[in-house]
Structure formats: structure tokens, C-alpha cells
């Protein structure tokens, strides 16, 4: 059973992504937390340290906006590149917090959106084949699907963290949080 601790603005915590099979997949080192509720965590992160499941360890190119949400199977990164705002996200289950870590399973299925507005659905063969393996149950399929389906509302309707303004403010948040932890 995971504590559910909701980690304060300024606090710096670990994501760690799962796997359905209680395997841990990624672990980034370090976000810093921009807002933390019961139901929406957001967070920051810049060349953070990111571990891989079997010990490769890459650091993140650029800075990035990070949207968890309690209610919905999908988690997204903002990242802002040279040419604009580049989003992947993650189909997974919502977020769970303890004092470790910000915690979710990642189900393969990735949607990535460009700065144009354009997206495309990624890993539906990984998403075929991990079904199959990790026995995913059918309500987690159609849970996972219907989601793909809300996530596409959302960026085609700019909502939630595709809103011009989430990026503006969020950006400037973690610009700001950053200035206060190096003073």
C-alpha cells in the first residue's frame, strides 16, 4: 500500500515509471515541484538524470514541463526545444506519491505533438506485444483506449497542458523556482 504524500512546491523528487508487471522502467533523479494537489502534480526539470531498467543512465537534453493528473490514464512532458514546444505523452496509469517518488505504470502507448500542432500515436506494436506478456486485464485496454481518445481532444482543443497559457505561466513558474534555489 503507497502513503499518498503530495510533494510541497520547491520540494525536488524522483518520477519513477512502472511497468505493469511491477518492474520499474525509468527513474528521472530530480523535478522540482511547481504545484502539488490530490489531483494535479506539475512539475520542472532540466538535464536531469534519467535511469534506465537495465542501468543506462542519459541526461535530459532540454528544459521541460512535466503534467501528472489523478483522474487520467496519460501523464505529459512539455519540452521546449529551438523550433518551439515538442509534448510526449505517456499512457499510464494516474499518479501515486510517497516520500520516494512521484509513481506511475507506464502501458506503451505514447502520443508525441510537434510544434505545428501535429501528433502521431507511438508503440501501438510494444503496447500488442506487452499486453500479451504482462497479461494486461481487458478493462485496462479499454481504460487505456478511451483515454488515447481524451488525450486527442485535449491537444486538438489546446486544453489542459497544451493551452498556450499552462505553457507561459508554468514555464516562467519553474524559471522563477529555479532563481529561488540557486539564491
Not at 520540494?11 to 523535478?31: A, D, F, L, P
Not at 501501438?124 to 485496462?140: A, V
Request: aromatic share 14%; hydrophobic share 35%.
Amino acid at each position: 500500500m503507497v502513503k499518498e504524500s503530495i510533494p510541497k512546491e520547491g520540494q525536488n523528487v524522483q518520477i519513477q515509471s512502472y511497468k505493469h508487471n511491477g518492474k520499474i522502467h525509468r527513474i528521472w533523479s530530480e523535478t522540482t515541484i511547481l504545484k502539488g494537489t490530490n489531483h494535479v502534480i506539475i512539475g520542472g526539470n532540466n538535464r536531469t538524470l534519467v535511469t534506465e531498467s537495465d542501468g543506462r543512465t542519459w541526461v535530459t537534453r532540454e528544459p521541460a514541463i512535466v503534467y501528472f493528473h489523478a483522474e487520467y490514464w496519460f501523464n505529459v512532458i512539455c519540452m521546449f526545444r529551438e523550433d518551439g514546444v515538442y509534448y510526449y505523452c505517456n499512457l499510464s496509469s494516474p499518479f501515486v506519491c510517497d516520500n520516494e517518488a512521484i509513481k506511475y505504470i507506464d502501458y506503451d502507448l505514447d502520443i508525441k505533438v510537434y510544434p505545428n500542432g501535429k501528433y502521431h500515436l507511438l508503440d501501438e506494436d510494444e503496447y500488442q506485444q506487452h499486453m500479451k506478456q504482462m497479461n494486461y486485464p481487458k478493462e485496462i485496454d479499454l481504460i487505456l483506449r478511451r483515454n488515447v481518445d481524451i488525450l486527442q481532444q485535449w491537444i486538438e482543443r489546446k486544453k489542459g497542458p497544451f493551452a498556450p497559457d499552462f505553457i507561459k505561466v508554468w514555464q516562467e513558474r519553474f524559471h522563477f523556482q529555479k532563481r529561488i534555489s540557486e539564491d
